[in-house]
């Protein structure tokens, strides 16, 4: 059984289209990449699939479950327990130290532990700086901490926004670098990206206009 499958989804505003009558399905393991222009659906398919929003039309089964037809609470306790979520913007909180901003996942899943906290910033080459304010940061290094506060609690969807959007092309080959690490461990990534060269680096790349799924590449060249 596959990890996720969207079948006919469509979300609905109006008389506009978000997204129309999408099928989709990610195996288990997989790294997928989600490109297409500014407003084709992108995002509305993140916030489906990371059980922020839900589908006017289709079902969304994760794991076996339906979550189109779940509660806010229960998707609140599925995208807690299943998914772990990078954001283009890092959304860490100013007065905390970047352990504390991995606790922060921790507080919300079951109870926070350093020494977990510190063992997730070590696997983004950051434990030395586990310390340090977000101020006392550069965007990089944000941006790993945002990929250990998603990781700590073993989701099993690691699922990114844009999350090399805001970084040098430097810094961006460090995050695919950790992507290729969480892929070799068995971890399915599902990556929204506008860059071509971020996209590249995944197994397929699935491409979204006007709400639809009008492209699918295999990647003949990828390494595991």
């Known amino acids: 059984m596959s990890l996720l499958e969207l079948k006919s989804v469509s ?5 506009l289209k978000a997204l129309d009558n999408v099928n989709l ?8 990449a989600i ?20 589908p006017s039309l289709g079902e969304v089964i994760l794991d076996g479950v339906d979550i189109a037809k779940e509660s806010g609470k229960k998707l609140t306790e599925i995208r807690r327990d ?14 905390l130290t970047a352990v504390e901003n991995v ?19 070590e696997r983004v080459g950051l434990k ?22 998603a990781l700590i609690n073993h989701p099993e969807i690691v699922l ?3 999350p090399t959007g805001n970084l040098d092309e430097t810094n961006e ?9 969480l892929h070799r461990q068995g971890t399915t990534l599902i990556v929204v990206t506008h860059d071509p060269e971020v996209a590249e680096v995944a197994q397929r790349t699935v491409v979204l206009e006007h709400g639809r799924l009008v492209k699918e590449i295999i990647n003949e060249n990828f390494e595991a």
């Open 11 to 15: 979300k609905i505003y109006g008389p």
């Open 160 to 162: 990114a926004d844009e």
């Open 25 to 32: 399905t990610v195996e288990n393991g997989e790294w997928l």
């Open 82 to 95: 299943k998914i772990g979520l990078i954001f283009q913007q890092f959304h860490l909180v100013n007065y």
């Open 103 to 121: 606790m922060v996942s921790q507080y919300y899943h079951s109870m926070p532990d350093e020494n977990e906290a510190l063992e997730a910033l």
């Open 35 to 54: 490109m297409g222009p500014s407003g084709s659906g992108k995002s509305t398919m993140m916030n489906i699939i990371g059980c922020m929003d839900k």
């Open 173 to 181: 080959n460090i995050v695919i670098e950790l992507f290729r690490q």
């Open 128 to 149: 030395d700086r586990a310390k340090h304010l977000p101020s006392q940061l550069s965007g990089g290094e944000q941006q790993r901490v945002c990929i250990a506060r």
